[in-house]
């Protein structure tokens, strides 16, 4: 027989009850972490998706704008946004709804300005500098893109480097930089008569 059995039982009972209030708090602590990070995930859900709403409808307008056609953008995956990634779809007059990747160069470079533009709206910048987006653009497109900074320069200071007449004629004011026995030069282009 053991004398201290009724002793070591006590002290063995008192250490399993303390250990079955702390599990039961780390339980608690448990479920609350989980439940903030539930919480914290569906907020970030619906801000993401607000955010993809509304630069989805915007990239929509911008690329009306500038090619009478319809563009969207589609999540790869509808119930896990972040699992997988965005598909962007553009419909160009008179012709059948595709992917940006199975489009032409041009068609692609108005996507992707309609793209920028979106984003803006959503988060505009002080300034955007666009360093020749328009070199593959067909005339008219690009006619309407030197529109279409024109307008955006409202909000935000726009920088455009191009080699088009079409978008240069839209600017409020040219700049021509040319090489000087390695130095670069900067000179302001004066106006043409009848530009806008």
Same mark, same amino acid.
């Given at each position: 027989?053991?004398?201290?059995?009724? @002793?070591?039982?006590? &002290?063995? $009972?008192?250490?399993? #009850?303390?250990? !079955?209030?702390?599990?039961?708090?780390?339980e608690g602590?448990r !479920?609350?972490?989980?439940r903030?990070?539930?919480?914290?995930?569906? #907020? #970030?859900?619906?801000?993401?998706? @607000?955010?993809?709403?509304?630069?989805n409808?915007?990239?929509? &307008?911008?690329?009306e #704008?500038?090619? *009478?056609?319809? =563009?969207?953008?589609?999540?790869?995956?509808?119930? @896990?946004?972040?699992? *997988? =990634?965005?598909?962007?779809?553009?419909q160009?007059?008179?012709?059948?709804?595709?992917?940006?990747?199975?489009?032409?160069?041009?068609e692609?470079?108005? !996507?992707?300005? !309609?793209?920028?533009?979106?984003?803006?709206e959503?988060?505009?910048?002080?300034f $955007? +500098?666009?360093?020749e987006?328009?070199?593959h653009? @067909?005339?008219?497109?690009?006619?309407?893109f030197?529109?279409l900074?024109?307008?955006?320069? *409202?909000?935000? &200071?726009m920088?455009?480097?191009?080699l088009?007449d079409?978008?240069?004629?839209?600017?409020h004011?040219?700049? *021509?930089? $040319?090489?000087?026995?390695? +130095?670069? &030069?900067?000179v302001?282009?004066?106006?043409r008569?009848?530009?806008?």
């Amino acid at each position: 027989v053991n004398p201290l059995a009724i @002793d070591q039982y006590g &002290q063995q $009972y008192r250490n399993f #009850k303390m250990l !079955s209030v702390r599990r039961n708090e780390l339980e608690g602590e448990r !479920s609350g972490i989980v439940r903030f990070m539930e919480e914290i995930e569906s #907020k #970030k859900r619906q801000t993401f998706m @607000d955010a993809l709403e509304k630069i989805n409808a915007s990239f929509g &307008q911008f690329f009306e #704008k500038i090619t *009478g056609g319809k =563009g969207w953008l589609q999540l790869e995956n509808v119930e @896990d946004p972040f699992s *997988g =990634g965005l598909d962007m779809l553009v419909q160009f007059p008179s012709k059948s709804p595709r992917l940006v990747s199975a489009v032409s160069g041009g068609e692609k470079s108005v !996507s992707a300005i !309609s793209f920028i533009f979106a984003m803006q709206e959503l988060k505009p910048a002080p300034f $955007y +500098i666009m360093d020749e987006v328009d070199a593959h653009l @067909d005339p008219m497109n690009a006619e309407r893109f030197g529109e279409l900074v024109r307008e955006r320069s *409202g909000s935000s &200071q726009m920088i455009a480097i191009t080699l088009r007449d079409v978008v240069a004629r839209k600017a409020h004011r040219i700049f *021509g930089a $040319y090489v000087n026995k390695g +130095i670069t &030069q900067i000179v302001e282009m004066p106006r043409r008569k009848g530009e806008e």
